[in-house]
């Protein structure tokens, strides 16, 4: 479903109070610039943006029991949650949608979840141009409860030189994994992963999260939800854990990733904490096309143990 372009008070002030907290999340790691320059070849865009999606829960099979609905009753939720990098693959659609492949090569997004999703709902996702190729958005319920938040941007000259790949392990996950503690959180290295993108498979994919932008149908480059999935897999690869919960990412795009490529995801621990008994990760990411080529820094939080767990 395309999205519904709008008058901006549709969505209402309480959008850019939300969001002014979230984008500011962790970027110490991956640095946002909210004030972007106009792209002088960029048409004017509309105000606001709206676009609506059937939720599907995508991880029912998961080995993470916090999408399994018995498992997430337990722990107070109504159902089983649709991962969040689902509802981050929600968000993407408007600026992948304006943008096209130019925010996949040089642009930003931060996504922040607040509420659950849950499959079968329908979702509304807003966006409020707040600035110069800046887009805010917000994610609600079918109630009008707020789910998520997110921040995307689109640079003209392109992000910050790229970091130094060295920086993070490079060596494969093997499948040696220790329960997850911080003890072995902040002491143990990373493996990293290595897949194949074929955009031939990932149509079935993109059903999935009813992603129909021409960037992604029609010229074949990974949709970044796609992307962030294995930021959720090396950390699953290198770590034993119970039900866990993808709370926020801040992606920061140097290139897209085309029909052939590899792509390698590099990871690292940049903290441990623990905030009213729940366990917080919070992993620095690098990925990298057939080893060589940047593709994104992502920093990826998750709660790894929530409270009474």
């Known amino acids: 479903m395309q ?22 999340l962790r970027c110490d790691l991956v640095e946002i610039n909210h004030s972007p320059t106009v792209c002088a070849n960029m048409a004017p865009m509309p105000d606001t943006f709206r676009y609506s999606v ?9 080995a993470n029991k916090i999408h399994d609905d018995d498992v997430a009753k337990n722990l107070g939720f109504r159902g089983g949650l649709v991962p969040g990098v689902d509802v981050y693959a929600y968000l993407c659609h408007v600026p992948a949608q304006e ?16 509420s659950p999703v849950y499959d079968g709902d329908t979702v509304d996702v807003e966006g409020v141009v707040a600035a110069a190729n800046v887009i805010e958005m917000t994610l609600t319920d079918p109630k009008g409860g707020f789910c998520a938040s997110g921040a995307a941007t689109l640079v003209e000259n392109g992000p910050a ?12 996950a093997d499948g040696n994994r220790e329960q997850a503690s911080p003890e072995a959180l902040t002491s143990l290295p990373m493996g990293c992963l290595d897949v194949g993108f ?31 999935r294995y930021c959720n897999f090396v950390l699953t690869s290198n770590f034993v854990l119970g039900p866990w919960i ?3 990412s801040t992606t920061q ?31 620095d990411i690098l990925q990298l096309a057939n080893g060589e080529r940047p593709v994104a820094r992502v920093a990826h939080r998750a709660i790894y143990q929530p409270r009474g767990t």
């Open 54 to 62: 059937n939720a599907f829960n995508t991880a029912t099979e998961s």
């Open 161 to 172: 030189e790229p970091p130094r790949f060295e920086d993070w392990p490079d060596f494969p």
């Open 246 to 248: 993808h709370v926020q």
């Open 99 to 114: 943008w096209g492949r130019d925010w996949l090569e040089r642009g930003t997004i931060t996504a922040t979840f607040a």
């Open 3 to 24: 999205p519904t372009r709008c008058r901006r008070q549709a969505v209402g002030g309480i959008l850019q109070i939300r969001l002014a907290n979230a984008v500011t």
């Open 198 to 228: 074929h955009a031939d498979k990932a149509h079935a994919y993109l059903d999935d999260i009813r992603e129909q932008a021409d960037v992604f149908r029609q010229d074949g480059l990974a949709h970044p939800g796609w992307l962030l």
């Open 253 to 283: 795009f140097f290139s897209a990733v085309e029909d052939g490529e590899r792509v390698q995801t590099r990871a690292k621990v940049s903290e441990v904490t623990e905030t009213k008994g729940h366990k917080f990760v919070d992993l």
